[in-house]
């Protein structure tokens, strides 16, 4: 099996996990989302306008955020920035909670998907803790350089209040697998 690092154009479609919940998740299409190279955000769906990208201090600010993820305060609201590394990024509707998936390396796109899903909290070691208090309505996760009513984005729905987001690094050497996990815990 050869490992595949991804490198690929942005491409990303709208998709609302909601209608999935409940169904077999390995078997539904899977949307993407890609930076052009900076980090990826998370924000509310009704403060798209509101990010601007590189028209003001939002991408900049964003840059700043050091380490895996972190949360930026806006006077709308929070904003969580996905950093590190520029990777590939879905999101999984698991069992006990979702979760963000950003892709290190994996021979394929379903057998990352079955690592997340079958992810045991409990036999990986936290690396990063955040608080974020989520709104009750749906988030986007878009290019922190794009105007976010412009971008293409990554829809998700996470269960509203205050929310631990925890990340994991899992590496899974059999699978030849490898990624970042963020998940939201009420």
């Known amino acids: 099996m050869e490992l595949r690092w991804i490198s690929r154009p942005l491409f990303v479609a709208n998709h609302s996990l909601g209608s999935w919940v409940g169904q077999d998740m390995k078997s539904q299409p899977r949307s993407w989302v890609e930076s052009m190279g900076g980090p990826l955000v998370m924000l509310p769906g009704s403060m798209r306008s509101r990010w601007t990208g590189t028209a003001c201090d939002d991408y900049r600010d964003a840059c700043a955020i050091d380490g895996y993820a972190g949360v930026l305060k806006r006077d709308w609201g929070e904003v969580l920035v996905l950093g590190d590394e520029p990777l590939r990024t879905t999101v999984v509707e698991r069992i006990d909670c979702p979760a963000i998936v950003r892709w290190t390396c994996s021979p394929a796109e379903e057998c990352l998907v079955d690592a997340a899903l079958s992810f045991e909290a409990n036999a990986h070691f936290v690396v990063e ?9 749906s988030y986007v996760i878009v290019d922190s350089a794009l105007r976010a009513e412009l971008a293409p984005g990554l829809e998700l729905r996470i269960p509203p209040g205050t929310s631990r987001i925890l990340t994991h690094i899992v590496r899974e050497a059999g699978n030849e697998v490898a990624f970042v996990l963020h998940r939201f815990e009420s």
Do not use: P
């Not at 803790?129 to 309505?137: G, K, N, Q, S």
């Open 129 to 137: 803790r955040l608080v974020m208090t989520i709104r009750d309505e």
